[in-house]
């Protein structure tokens, strides 16, 4: 895919699934972007690493609205649908 004419939109998920929904979106060839934080959690008496989203319930895709078709996205697994106003996405 050509980077000219493309870009970032936002993808809400389903709850806690923004990695799921990233693998799933990749393995369709999708480019992605999900930034994730790394924590401490205290669980079962000690201190344990933890990766967590950003952005909870959101990441980023890369496409060219218009070449690229984006409605495998809404169906996408962990996905709920793309951020948009119109009929059309958003691009941030």
Do not use: C
């Not at 693998?23 to 990766?51: A, C, D, M, S």
């Not at 950003?54 to 409605?71: A, I, K, M, R």
């Amino acid at each position: 895919m050509s980077d000219v004419g493309a870009r970032w939109y936002v993808v809400k998920t389903k709850s806690k699934s923004e990695k799921i929904a990233e693998h799933n979106l990749v393995n369709q060839g999708y480019r992605t972007f999900l930034p994730l934080i790394k924590k401490q959690q205290h669980r079962r008496g000690q201190w344990q690493p933890l990766e967590e989203a950003l952005f909870p319930g959101y990441l980023f895709v890369h496409l060219e609205v218009g070449l690229q078709d984006f409605s495998p996205i809404r169906s996408t697994r962990g996905v709920i649908n793309l951020v948009r106003f119109t009929a059309w996405p958003e691009p941030m």
